[in-house]
Structures are given as C-alpha cells and as structure tokens.
C-alpha cells in the first residue's frame, strides 16, 4: 500500500481538528497492573459470596490483588460510558 503526501496532509489536518475517523470499538482486555494504594478518596461496596468468590478465584489465578482487579473493571466500564 502507498501513501501519497496528499493523503498524509489530509490525515494531519484532521487529526488537527480531532477527527480521526471510525467509531468506538469494543474495549479490549488487557494487562491488569498494581496502582497506588494511596488514594485521596475510597468507595465501598458489597458483594454477596458468588460474586465475592468469583472475584478472589480470578484474582488468584492472576496472581494480583483484589483491589487491582476492581479497579481495573472499574476502568474498563466508565471508559464505555
């Protein structure tokens, strides 16, 4: 494939305007990474034991931390929003 430099100005100007085409693809899994544990705020909330038990067999066999993972799904669903 080539690209002509007509092409490659047309793409500049409207990566430019922020125009970068496309549409919003599915959010893709990806590594789960530690954060920092020093927040300014926190939020609590409740699970019952199916869902408290899927969560630690998902974050045993990732070998992480309850919190990264929640964070981490967290992430994923706002940046659907």
Known sequence: MSISDEQLEQWGEAAERG????GRGPVT????????????????????????????????KLGIKRDDLLRHAMVRELVEA
């Open 19 to 22: 125009d970068y085409g496309g």
């Open 29 to 60: 899994r990806g590594p789960i990474y530690p954060v920092d544990t020093v927040n300014d705020s926190s939020v609590s909330f409740g699970f019952d034991g199916d869902m408290l038990a899927l969560c630690d067999a998902k974050v045993k």
